[in-house]
């Protein structure tokens, strides 16, 4: 297969950098492809990791991203288990730790983020846990039995879904969020409330406007959360779960231009025209908002993927694509198109008392920005399409059942 | 190995032995076959594993239940056809040794 002398690093096997490599060979390049990793496994999806893996409806097989035979079958060299510490720009090769130099004609960064840790007093206990990695999900997995507390620092979308897995196994979960609701960062308060409800109703303790004093332990193990009012709150194990912060650091050491993320343009191409960056750890243009944004997303990372190996192949570059995102709680699913930039008014589709409803967020003259939808896929589907053609609908219309989804989106 | 055949958009045939019980979706991620995107992974949540069913299939697969989220994912996929299909719902047995799936023009 390899006729092409030359070379792809990617630097970082998750999800956007196994697929960076997969969409090269879809996409015909010839050349080597060397994907370089810091886990011991295969590329993998994380989504599960905090749903389906955590309540052990996931095998290794069925999170991979692709079987062992496609890497070797597609002639993907894989560095596993072992890292980039530097780039050498000038000479256009990679180091990894053993001192080792690995040239390349167009590198790709796929470096990911990681979890934001808490700078507090016992945050290096045992059985304090993060969820980004595999072995973080089956370290979460070993404590959460029937009967464990988990305190949850961060009311997020790995917190609440980690909370949801860990119901689902009979533990006992107590969620601690800063700010006065869950979701602060990435949902509307109508959201925050209906999902903070229904965890209530879960049996999940949600403290909100809670600030974390002190990880408290003994013999170098959690026993509960101090909150800042004094309180505590015993638990067995504590996930912290308070946002991530994008890996740049090979990037800016470089000279690359960074700017929470690596700064990226529509081709996923860096200001070295050789290096392009994809995933959670870029900066990137948001076209249908004409802003500058950092995603954490599958559905970007595949992006982005495809941007950079159509922009390496000589392709015509992708038609951009919606932003959107996806969680699964118990028996909720809820799915976001767009983001709610500018808005000004929200429109309610359905009855959120029955948990079957669409949140649209408007701007000023009407414009769609974004629509969050629970359990409701017409929704999620029209609105992306509303989303994506810029389409403006008043609240009346919106709000009108007996208009169709079809009729809106039209 | 029940074989299924892919055909891209652009006519390009692939012909792939799938293990029962995976998905149709993911014989194709698994080969590489270009042309389904399968951004969420097989939770039927995105609609970017569409594809048409052969008319010679279409009885034996069936459409999707009517106000499954199936069925309402692809009431709004890109250019669905009476023979839409997700391939991340249908699960490969023996009955499906033959099958032929065609991609549509895009996922997005």
Not at chain 1, 339 to 365: K, N, Q
Request: net charge negative.
């Amino acid at each position: 297969m390899v006729q092409d002398s030359r070379q792809i690093v990617i630097a970082g096997a998750g999800h956007a950098g196994g697929s960076a490599a997969a969409m090269l060979r879809q996409l015909g390049w010839q050349g080597a492809i060397v994907l370089i990793g810091e886990e011991p496994i295969l590329p993998y999806q994380r989504p599960p990791l905090s749903k389906a893996w955590l309540k052990g409806e996931a095998t290794a097989e069925s999170l991979a991203l692709r079987p062992p035979a496609f890497y070797s079958d597609a002639a993907i060299g894989l560095r596993l288990d072992t890292r980039v510490t530097c780039i050498d720009r000038p000479a256009k090769a990679v180091l990894l730790p053993n001192g080792e130099a690995v040239s390349y004609d167009y590198l790709i960064l796929a470096l990911g983020a990681r979890a934001r840790r808490l700078s507090l007093p016992g945050a290096d206990l045992g059985g304090v846990l993060e969820l980004r990695t595999a072995v973080d999900a089956d370290r979460l997995k070993a404590v959460l039995r029937p009967g464990a507390r988990l305190a949850v620092v961060g009311g997020g979308y790995i917190g609440l879904e980690a909370a949801a897995s860990a119901r689902a196994l009979g533990a006992e979960v107590v969620i601690i969020e800063r700010e006065s609701r869950v979701l602060a960062r990435v949902a509307c308060p109508i959201l925050s409330d209906f999902f903070q409800a229904f965890h209530r109703r879960q049996g999940v303790t949600i403290e909100v406007a809670a600030q974390v004093a002190a990880l408290e332990g003994l013999d170098g193990r959690i026993t509960g959360v101090r909150l800042g009012d004094g309180r505590v709150v015993p638990c067995d194990a504590a996930l912290i779960g308070v946002g991530a912060v994008a890996n740049e650091e090979l990037a800016r050491d470089a000279g690359l231009t960074c700017a929470n993320g690596i700064a990226v343009d529509l081709s996923a191409r860096t200001d070295d025209p050789a290096i392009f960056a994809i995933g959670d750890c870029t900066s990137r243009p948001l076209p249908l908002y004409g802003r500058i944004g950092r995603l954490e997303s599958v559905p970007n990372a595949l992006e982005q993927a495809k941007q950079a190996a159509a922009s390496i192949c000589g392709k015509p570059a992708p038609a951009p694509e919606v932003p959107w995102f996806w969680s699964d709680q118990y028996d909720l699913r809820l799915q976001i198109a767009g983001m709610p930039f500018d808005t000004t008014e929200i429109a309610v589709r359905g009855d959120i008392s029955t948990g079957t409803f669409a949140l649209f967020h408007l701007t000023a003259d009407g414009t769609v920005q974004a629509v969050e939808a629970v359990n409701a896929a017409p929704e999620f589907m029209g609105g992306r399409r509303i989303v994506q053609r810029r389409k403006r609908l008043t609240r009346v219309q919106i709000e009108d059942v007996s208009i169709s989804m079809h009729e809106l989106a039209a | 190995m029940p074989k299924i055949t892919y055909i891209e958009h652009n006519g390009s045939a692939h012909a792939i032995e799938v293990p029962i019980g995976k998905s149709v979706m993911q014989g194709a991620v698994d080969n590489n076959v270009p042309g389904i995107d399968a951004d969420c992974g097989g939770e039927c949540a995105c609609a970017t594993c569409h594809v048409y069913i052969d008319a010679a299939w279409l009885d034996r697969i069936g459409l999707p239940v009517p106000g499954s989220q199936e069925a309402s994912m692809l009431s709004f996929a890109a250019v669905t056809q009476p023979d839409s299909r997700l391939s991340c719902q249908i699960h490969v047995t023996d009955a499906h040794d033959g099958l032929i799936v065609r991609m549509p023009e895009g996922q997005h």
